[in-house]
């Protein structure tokens, strides 16, 4: 059967991280998943597609994403033509700082940080050109105290980013949402036990004990989503995870998800993922390999 592939990285027990830097003619390794975090440069990349959970995205000459444990990910030749491309990739375990380090105040935008990475994230070209010294500075290091410290400084310089952008859905990385509030919490777990389902707006608002006009502000305010869109996020998330996974039909997929008409799925499919279900699924299934 077709199967993503499960990667062993080169990092042992002893080491702090793996760094590798290398110039290559094409992106040629299949869709994989493997337990460390991941952080990806690349350059003269323009035309490539990068491919993180449900979220399939072409780049431009330069990329940087960071990539959380257990969540499928590859870069993938597409339209791009450009000779070399570079690429630096650090992996290192999420044991690396330990949750009593990640902890302290001064490392909550890491801590943050990584946490966001379960679903991916991506960073602007004005993050990627500041960071790209620091980058290129520690790939040329040697192993030692040094090279760590060049990191976190890196990974600091990259917590703090506002602007960074979250890739794949909540629902296909099997991430639960999660909000400061615990009105938004309660709502986001209803919908995400009851996405199959009809979801109405009335009985959302009386979990979080509001008129359903104060709480359709008040979700819009601590989401930046709709109500509508949320769901319709959760349910596409898992209609993804399915075409992936499943060899069920496009319409048995839209029916359990939640959706109950096939032409409105499609539709919501191809503006969300810029392609179709049945595209989607050829796009993974390209990737993984016979087992």
């Not at 490539?48 to 995205?57: E, K, M, W, Y």
């Not at 491309?85 to 290192?92: G, L, Y």
């Not at 709480?215 to 709709?226: A, M, P, Q, V």
């Amino acid at each position: 059967m077709d199967k993503i592939i499960t990667e062993i990285t080169p990092l042992s027990d002893k080491d702090c991280f793996y760094l590798v830097d290398r110039y290559k003619d094409a992106f040629d390794f299949p869709i994989h998943r493997h337990d460390e975090f991941e952080l990806n440069f690349v350059a003269h990349c323009e035309g490539a597609r990068r491919i993180v959970g449900d979220s399939v995205v072409e780049l431009g000459p330069y990329d940087l994403a960071l990539v959380g444990h257990g969540i499928e990910h590859t870069w993938e030749q597409h339209r791009c033509t450009s000779k070399p491309i570079r690429e630096i990739t650090i992996q290192f375990s999420s044991m690396l700082f330990g949750s009593i380090f990640l902890g302290k105040n001064p490392l909550s935008s890491i801590r943050n940080m990584l946490n966001d990475s379960s679903k991916g994230i991506s960073f602007s070209m004005e993050t990627i050109m500041r960071v790209y010294s620091r980058l290129d500075t520690l790939a040329k290091m040697d192993s030692g105290f040094d090279r760590l410290i060049g990191l976190m400084t890196i990974l600091h310089e990259l917590s703090v980013d506002s602007d960074y952008h979250i890739l794949s859905s909540g629902a296909f990385a099997n991430v639960e949402m999660s909000a400061d509030s615990r009105r938004i919490q309660k709502v986001q777990s209803y919908i995400n036990a009851n996405y199959r389902d009809e979801i109405r707006l009335e009985a959302l608002a009386s979990l979080a004990g509001m008129t359903m006009t104060a709480f359709s502000r008040f979700f819009k305010l601590r989401t930046g989503r709709t109500i509508s869109e949320y769901i319709i996020d959760v349910r596409l998330g898992h209609a993804v995870r399915l075409l992936v996974d499943t060899t069920r039909s496009v319409a048995e997929i839209c029916f359990d998800c939640g959706f109950n008409n096939i032409s409105h799925f499609n539709r919501l499919f191809k503006k969300k993922k810029n392609c179709t279900p049945k595209a989607f699924r050829e796009l993974y299934k390209r990737h993984k390999v016979l087992v």
